[in-house]
Antibody
Framework: EVQLVQSGAEVKKPGESLKISCQGS????????IGWVRQMPGKGLEWMGI????????RYSPSFQGQVTISADKSITTAYLEWSSLKASDTAMYYC????????????WGQGTLVTVSS | EIVLTQSPGTLSLSPGERTTLSCRAS???????LTWYQQKPGQAPRLLVY???SRATGIPDRFSANGSGTDFTLTISRLEPEDFAVYYC???????????FGQGTKVEIK
């Protein structure tokens, strides 16, 4: 069974750093792209970026380029989303997703990680 | 960048009714890379339809979708209580690689 299991909720202060994770199982992790999707409170879905764990090829949405860093460690089948300096506007639910290459959709979603940034 | 506009924003309907949700793209969607997701409160989105018209595994046949180019629709033939949710369309663009979501249509109980 394919699963994407994300790390738990985080409460941080503005200016702090954060790295959240997404561990894949039930499939060959290194052969599927893993993406990240943001959902701000009460709002819609926004694609942030995507990584191919096999070679760490990474693409970012222009809206998120330079704001976050996406990485992966295929040896432990885990992808990461990282901030170096959080802002209150980063408060959101973050989902990791697996890309299905043939039709370019996201077939599996993690359960979400809620990040709250507040002073 | 392609913008997806979903309409209406909210639908107030009763169980058993039929409904059609619209997703319009600002430019033609490449190769029908148009996907629909369903999201219930407190849950992650769930894949419903990919390739503009192919139902994902386990999705009931009361859900159907079609369209091409810039106009796409998702139809629920007979609303069940579990279908009240928010529905998002999404498109993929290849140059550069981007995934764009519509703003969502909320289907609520009347």
């Amino acid at each position: 069974e394919v699963q994407l299991v994300q790390s738990g909720a985080e409460v941080k202060k503005p200016g702090e750093s954060l790295k959240i994770s997404c561990q894949g199982s039930g499939y060959t992790f290194s052969t599927y792209w893993i993406g990240w999707v943001r959902q701000m409170p009460g709002k819609g879905l926004e694609w942030m970026g995507i990584i191919f764990p096999g070679d760490s090829d990474t693409r970012y949405s222009p809206s998120f380029q330079g704001q976050v860093t996406i990485s992966a460690d295929k040896s432990i089948t885990t992808a990461y989303l990282e901030w170096s300096s959080l802002k209150a506007s980063d408060t959101a639910m973050y989902y990791c997703v697996r890309r299905q290459y043939r039709w370019n959709y996201f077939d599996y979603w993690g359960q979400g990680t809620l990040v709250t940034v507040s002073s | 960048e392609i913008v997806l506009t979903q309409s209406p924003g909210t639908l107030s309907l009763s169980p058993g009714e039929r409904t059609t949700l619209s997703c319009r793209a600002s430019q033609s969607v490449t190769s029908n890379y148009l996907t629909w997701y369903q999201q219930k409160p407190g849950q992650a989105p769930r894949l419903l339809v990919y390739g503009a018209s192919s139902r994902a595994t386990g999705i009931p046949d009361r859900f159907s979708a079609n369209g091409s180019g810039t106009d796409f629709t998702l139809t629920i033939s007979r609303l069940e209580p579990e279908d009240f949710a928010v529905y998002y369309c999404q498109q993929y663009g290849s140059s550069p690689q981007t995934w764009t979501f519509g703003q969502g249509t909320k289907v609520e109980i009347k």
